[in-house]
């Protein structure tokens, strides 16, 4: 049954990436058996020739297929002697028997080069991985499950086996068992890391968990196996990781065991990482979600919300919605309820509306959707799609329209004008974006400078960063000035911006130019009218700029 299964899982993988071994050159009638054969013999080599234990040895060929296939698609097959073929094979052609233990613990085959130690390829020249490996399965750690530990930290393979053996020790003082323990680690790896000490952090987050699932009772309602645990503590730690304020997370997770038992993680991660898009503080979103589990069941998927309806139905005071209709046309229009968070943002709205939700009125969103369950788009944005959905590149202009929606950029006919000027694919825009945003741009101020100069992420992530650079520091001016004058982005910075700026700043110095110009007089200004400007100043600054500073 096993090597039925084994020789499946194989097939499957390798029919999934050009990169991975094939042993189609094997009749499908003979492949079982000569995987079994393959595996047996691994086995023998790991154990004789290699000196693992045995179990050690089984752990590692029953669980790395495709570097196993790797071999078999090397050795000459006969249905007679495959057997005899493979171990002669082994003993003249020694493996990489780290390759074979990365798999082996769960590591995706196609990462397994960059992890593999430099100038060693057997355990006896370094026991550290596979004693560490054995350590943590003696305790009932799954062996195929240990690379879960690996690849979030390393460092804790790097622990002797007495090492880990002690922290395991040290942990059941505080209550739980071996099976409970599996599941806590493979949640939170980092409690493995550092030694046989028992870190702050890992005693906090043990001290943590005993109050949640032994004071508060949680344990009761998880089933008694590894999987279980691991599955209830990947969820806490989706809330674990983003609370501060360990003591008050206690008490939220303690009444609220339910949602850790109804909802899947992904459910809870999608929430999560909706509800901190409206940038609002972490600790603020876990308490809503876990206050407010009703929200865990909101539909992000197809509800089309009208914005201007939404921010009425919300209670929005009449002065403040004819600001948003005069200062934020982008935004207006219909939406998907997935950008909510963004379309707020962008109107510089979101802790607003954060705030009306999380203070009492937390079926807010679903009474709106329950109220108006099907939008209509406009007419001349539906007019629009459909010319996208005829040109030559109908996936490249709505992969980059969704992006513009995405961002907060309402579904209007206005957005059309705005998409014809933006070059460079989805993903080369995103960066762009998210650069001057890190770069302390504020989001709704950078919405509104792409829609007044949308050319301004026409531009490499490098060289926006130089411009505000030079901007900030080379000419002493704040960001708040690119939220007025966003076109200063679009002019060269070697050959316009900076050596224009250096000779007004020469021409200051030298007391021929006493107005002070700003940097979109000096940028934008043309080259005629530059010289007729400096000309005034003096007959011969022109032929001081060609000679010294013009590029």
């Excluded at 600001?323 to 962008?346: E, W």
Aim: aromatic share 12%.
């Amino acid at each position: 049954m096993f090597s039925n299964l084994f020789s499946v899982f194989i097939a499957r993988r390798l029919s999934t990436s050009s990169k991975l071994p094939n042993i189609s050159k094997i009749n499908s009638r003979y492949k079982k058996s000569a995987i079994l054969q393959a595996q047996n013999a691994l086995t023998e080599y790991l154990h004789g020739t290699s000196c693992l234990p045995y179990v050690y040895a089984e752990h590692i060929s029953k669980n790395s297929p495709l570097s196993l296939a790797s071999l078999i698609a090397k050795v000459d097959f006969s249905a007679v002697a495959f057997s005899k073929n493979f171990k002669k094979f082994l003993r003249y052609h020694p493996i990489n028997e780290f390759e074979f233990f990365f798999e082996s613990i769960g590591i995706d085959y196609n990462d397994i080069s960059g992890l593999l130690p430099s100038n060693k390829f057997f355990f006896s020249e370094d026991r550290t991985l596979l004693d560490a490996a054995g350590a943590l399965s003696e305790f009932g750690f799954p062996w195929n499950e240990l690379g879960k530990l690996y690849m979030e930290n390393s460092s804790i393979f790097r622990s002797s086996a007495g090492e880990l053996k002690s922290k395991l020790s040290e942990f059941k003082k505080y209550g739980f068992c071996n099976v409970h323990l599996v599941g806590i680690c493979l949640a939170f790896p980092y409690t493995l890391s550092g030694g046989c000490e028992v870190c702050a952090e890992s005693e906090a987050l043990l001290n943590f968990l005993k109050l949640v699932f032994l004071d508060f009772e949680l344990a009761l309602s998880v089933e008694g196996n590894m999987n279980s645990w691991h599955e209830v503590c990947r969820k806490i730690r989706v809330f674990y990781d983003l609370s501060g304020d360990k003591e008050r997370l206690v008490e939220l997770v303690g009444r609220n065991k339910n949602i850790f038992l109804e909802h899947d993680e992904e459910v809870l991660i999608q929430k999560v990482e909706y509800f901190c898009r409206f940038g609002v503080n972490n600790e603020e979103v876990v308490a809503l979600l876990l206050q407010s589990p009703e929200l865990l069941s909101l539909n992000l998927d197809k509800p089309v919300i009208n914005i201007m309806k939404l921010l009425e139905y919300s209670g929005l005071e009449t002065e403040n919605l004819k600001d948003v209709n005069q200062k934020y046309d982008h935004v207006l229009g219909t939406n998907k309820i997935a950008n909510l968070p963004q379309v707020m943002r962008a109107l510089d709205l979101h802790e607003w509306f954060f705030n009306k939700i999380k203070d009492g009125n937390h079926q807010l969103l679903m009474k709106y959707i329950a109220s108006y369950p099907d939008e209509d788009r406009a007419e001349e944005y539906r007019s629009g799609l459909e010319m996208i959905h005829v040109s030559r590149t109908p996936n490249h202009t709505m992969s980059k329209l969704n992006l513009l929606h995405n961002w907060g950029f309402g579904e209007n006919a206005s957005i059309f004008d705005l998409l014809a000027h933006l070059h460079g694919t989805s993903i080369e825009l995103k960066e762009r974006f998210d650069c001057l945003l890190s770069l302390g741009i504020g989001y709704s101020k950078l919405c509104k400078m792409v829609r007044m100069t949308p050319k301004i992420l026409n531009q490499n992530v490098q060289t926006l960063e130089q411009k505000v650079n030079f901007l900030c520091q080379g000419v002493g001016c704040s960001l708040e000035y690119l939220h007025t004058y966003p076109g200063y982005l679009l002019f060269g910075l070697e050959n316009r911006i900076k050596p224009r700026y250096r000779f007004h700043t020469w021409l200051a110095e030298k007391g021929l130019c006493t107005k002070d110009y700003s940097i979109a007089s000096l940028v934008a200004t043309s080259e005629k009218a530059f010289l007729a400007r400096v000309y005034k100043m003096h007959p011969a600054a022109p032929k001081h700029w060609f000679e010294q500073f013009r590029v």
